[in-house]
């Protein structure tokens, strides 16, 4: 085993952006990262790890990585007879294609290794298009077994889950239901999730990358147009367009580069994988299982860990998340929200990009997103959102649905340049 270092990484501006294809946001990422790590080309590269969920809709299966980097391949940008291998987990893909780039270099396997996810789901005047896409994310072998699932959860939650009622926003509608168990059970409040949302969305006005750059009180998140109570659209992942990428190496390749790229280079503590099953509302999710075995692959406890950007596909999961890493008891997710310390000055900041509710979520590309912020924030590198020096970081990314548990999570713990 060998210790592994992200050398840099990218994240191109999140929002609706029809008229940017999904070669070109490659190209933006890609050369984007390339800059970032100090290389001219990619002639280093020795493996790619291509994500993206939505290009089958355009017709493009199979080979989506290798159609985004022919024009650079062609170019001289990207070296010729490199594997790519493309890889899809909902909204979990980039931090798939993350973990395979980590392996390449844990096992000795490669030197230098890419990791990109990219992404478009917005297509104007076409919701049947965006629809299938995130269709995807849940089983369509057997949907009558996630149907009686949420018709029995619904009960127990006091929030009745209705299929056909449901149409095109089940997703939310399971996150509804656990969010509503959630305040039966322990007394979570609308205002907590409230306060979590409009703490994003402050963070979210000091990204310029995100694709919310807007400041929203917590009444006004109240009072938003509702999605599937007790969420509200303010607390709710739009739909957008984006790519991100890092480029990850090894300590040997770290050692022969320049000082200034040296000295920037995030080291990776670990990189976990769980997948999901259908669970009882009080069993602990994935999230929780793969923390721990982070935790415990990195010599590390939730005492250590300085920041974190986890997956709020609406903000009652960042209440949730905080949880099940460990970051506060069962229950307590939302008053750690109403104290202040998940916010940028906190002792504890959670998603200091924006989070997905306001930084925005291509899902192919969301996982690999927080690995940059993170990188930046390790780095003293982030601007107006900056928080004090931190040492450990970490990533919670999930994706598809089972029940309601993702059907796959990621837990990514990073620590900071020596001289950062």
């Not at 299966?61 to 010729?80: A, D, H, K, S, Y």
């Not at 059907?407 to 990514?412: D, G, K, L, Y």
Request: net charge negative; charged share 20%; with cysteine.
């Amino acid at each position: 085993m060998r210790d592994v270092y992200i050398l840099g990484t990218s994240c191109t501006a999140f929002g609706k952006r029809p008229d940017t294809g999904f070669k070109e946001l490659t190209r933006e990422a890609y050369l984007d990262v390339l800059a970032d790590a100090g290389l001219e080309t990619g002639t280093d590269i020795e493996m790619g790890w291509f994500g993206n969920c939505g290009m089958g809709t355009f017709g493009q299966r199979n080979i989506r990585g290798q159609v985004c980097f022919t024009p650079l391949v062609r170019e001289g940008l990207f070296p010729e007879r490199v594997g790519m291998i493309n890889v899809e987990g909902g909204c979990a893909t980039a931090s798939m294609a993350f973990h395979g780039a980590w392996k390449d270099i844990l096992s000795g396997q490669a030197e230098v290794s890419l990791a990109i996810g990219v992404e478009k789901t917005f297509f104007p005047g076409d919701a049947a298009r965006t629809q299938e896409i995130f269709d995807g994310g849940i089983d369509q072998l057997d949907p009558q077994e996630w149907q009686a699932y949420y018709a029995a959860r619904g009960k127990e939650a006091g929030k009745p889950f209705d299929a056909k009622a449901a149409g095109g926003t089940v997703f939310m509608d399971t996150y509804a239901m656990q969010a509503a168990w959630h305040m039966k059970r322990y007394g979570t409040t609308r205002q907590q999730i409230a306060i979590a949302a409009s703490k994003n969305h402050h963070h979210g006005s000091l990204n310029p990358k995100a694709q919310y750059r807007f400041k929203v009180s917590v009444d006004d998140v109240l009072q938003d147009r509702p999605i599937s109570y007790p969420l509200t659209r303010s607390m709710c992942a739009p739909i957008g367009d984006g790519a991100a990428a890092a480029i990850l190496c090894s300590e040997d390749f770290l050692r022969a580069q320049p000082a200034d790229v040296r000295t920037r280079a995030v080291k990776v503590r670990a990189s976990v994988l769980t997948g999901g099953k259908y669970r009882a509302p009080d069993e602990p999710g994935l999230s929780r299982v793969a923390a721990q075995k982070a935790y415990a692959a990195a010599g590390l406890t939730p005492a250590d860990v300085d920041l974190a950007e986890v997956h709020d596909a609406t903000s009652f999961c960042e209440i949730f998340q905080a949880e099940m890493l460990g970051f506060c008891e069962d229950g307590k997710g939302g008053a750690l929200m109403e104290s202040g310390a998940t916010a940028l000055g906190g002792r504890m900041p959670i998603n200091l990009s924006g989070g997905l509710v306001s930084k925005g979520h291509p899902v192919g590309a969301t996982g690999l997103s927080m690995i940059h912020e993170l990188s930046l924030q390790l780095r003293q590198e982030a601007g107006d959102r900056q928080t004090g020096r931190a040492r450990i970081a970490l990533a919670e990314n999930g994706g598809g649905v089972i029940g309601f548990d993702e059907a796959a999570c990621s837990v990514i713990l990073l620590e900071a340049p020596a001289g950062a």
